[in-house]
C-alpha cells in the first residue's frame, strides 16, 4: 500500500492559518481524487474537504466552506489544505487520502487503505 505523509499540523489561535500538505512516494497524484479528513476521539473519521483528479471537482464540508480551500499541484505530487479562520471546533488529527473513490459538491467517499498516519491540529486560546 502507498504511504501518505502529511505535514503542517500545529496549535494555532481561533482565527489563525495553517496549510498541511500532503506526499507520497511512488504514487501518481494526477490519477487519483483525493481528500482531507479529519477525527477526534469517540467520533468517526469525517471529510472535510476533497478534490478530483484533475482538480476540477471539490467537496467541503458545511461548516469549513468559505474557510478552507483544497488544492493539488500534480506536478509536485502535493495534496494542500489552507484553513482559514480557524475555530476550537476545527481541533482534531487530520489525515489525508491519496484515493478517494468518489467526490462531487455534496459527496466524498474515502477508499480504505490510502490513508496518511495523520497530523494533529488544535486551536485553541
Known amino acids: 500500500r502507498v504511504q501518505a505523509v502529511e505535514s503542517g499540523g500545529g496549535s494555532v489561535q481561533p482565527g489563525g492559518s495553517l496549510t498541511l500538505s500532503c506526499t507520497a512516494s511512488?504514487?501518481?497524484?494526477?490519477?487519483?481524487?483525493m481528500g482531507w479528513f479529519r477525527q477526534t476521539p469517540g467520533k468517526e473519521r469525517e471529510a472535510v474537504s476533497c478534490?478530483?483528479?484533475?482538480?476540477?471537482?471539490?467537496y467541503y464540508e458545511d461548516s469549513v466552506k468559505g474557510r478552507f480551500t483544497v488544492s493539488k499541484d500534480n506536478a509536485k505530487n502535493t495534496l494542500y489544505l489552507q484553513m482559514n479562520s480557524l475555530k476550537p471546533e476545527d481541533t482534531a488529527m487530520y489525515y489525508c487520502?491519496?484515493?478517494?473513490?468518489?467526490?462531487?459538491?455534496?459527496?466524498?467517499?474515502?477508499?480504505?487503505?490510502?490513508w496518511g498516519r495523520g497530523t494533529q491540529v488544535t486551536v485553541s486560546s
Open positions: 478534490i478530483s483528479f484533475l482538480g476540477g471537482t471539490t
Open positions: 487520502a491519496v484515493r478517494v473513490l468518489r467526490v462531487g459538491p455534496m459527496v466524498c467517499e474515502a477508499d480504505n487503505g490510502y
Open positions: 511512488g504514487w501518481n497524484f494526477a490519477d487519483y481524487h
